[in-house]
């Protein structure tokens, strides 16, 4: 039988094309149904108050940092979608005294300027390079600081970014948060076009990608707009470039962080659902990690939700 069309664009894959009996089935999980979705390979976390869920987050650097040497450098690749984590560790660095000359760290993605065929650039407002030197590497103290050379950002020219994950830099940790569209970073579902017209990618053509430059899926291009820039849809790039699977199989652990700000209680419930029963679908990017070895999910219990009917 022939998959069915997006609800959101026919012109794109997405959740909303899965088969109904797999939503209705997600649809029903409660917050106690998530935490027992755990098992050997994927964990399921909860955190009470939002204080303790920015903390953990934020740990999590310095627990990556803390690994690194000179001769076995270390390194974190973080997201922007979250932020809120981002104060927190030069906080820690800073009261720690922790020296991060030898450590690294990756940004996961940057929005794409069609217009000038290059990446934004770090004056733009909805830089993440800017938001990541502004609100955490620009707040560590100087002698504290990794050289400017460890701070791996995206470019549109991905050689030189792709080549750090191959340079003997341990990655212990990529961390991210999780988009409308089920994407960590902008691993978004593909369009609906050639090959793909009838059935999505398969998931081994899929884990092949690397960093790249992407279109994104509508609903990505909404999100942003709702999350970072007042709805003004009209100002945020409808291309990015992002760390691909490659390199997410390259990091020993994968960790996503889920505050109830970013996708919806549905949207939540759906990935680690799938990650937990191993069903991998490309038109749900993030059900790919159901075979990476050390997926984390973690959730501020205050925004699961519920996916119960409520009119507004």
Known sequence: MARRLSALSPDWWDYTTLDSELIDAVA??????LARLSR??????LYDTLEDFYLAEALEYIEAWRQSTPDNPVGLCGPIGPTEQLPLVARIVNSLGLRLHDAHF??????????TGAEVPVTHPLSFERAD?????????????MPDSHLHFPKADTAAFRATWDAGIRCAVMQGGQGDVKHWAFNDPLPRRGKHRNEPPPAAEF???ATRVVDLHPLTIAQNARTSGGGNISMVPTQAITVGPVETWKSDRVSIWHAGNHDNPFGQRLTAYMISK?????????SLLAD??????HYFR????????EMH
């Not at 050997?40 to 976390?45: D, I, L, Q």
């Not at 940004?107 to 069609?114: I, L, P, S, V």
């Not at 205050?302 to 009917?309: H, Q």
């Open 28 to 33: 029903r999980l409660t917050s106690r149904d």
């Open 40 to 45: 050997p390979g994927f964990e399921v976390r």
């Open 106 to 115: 990756w940004g996961m993605d940057e929005w794409f300027d069609a217009a």
């Open 133 to 145: 030197r502004e609100l955490c590497f620009n707040r560590i103290e100087k002698r504290l600081r």
């Open 207 to 209: 884990r092949k990608l």
């Open 278 to 286: 191993r069903i991998v679908d490309t038109a749900v990017p993030m």
């Open 292 to 297: 990476h070895p050390d997926v984390r999910f």
């Open 302 to 309: 205050g925004g699961i939700g519920s996916c119960s009917i």
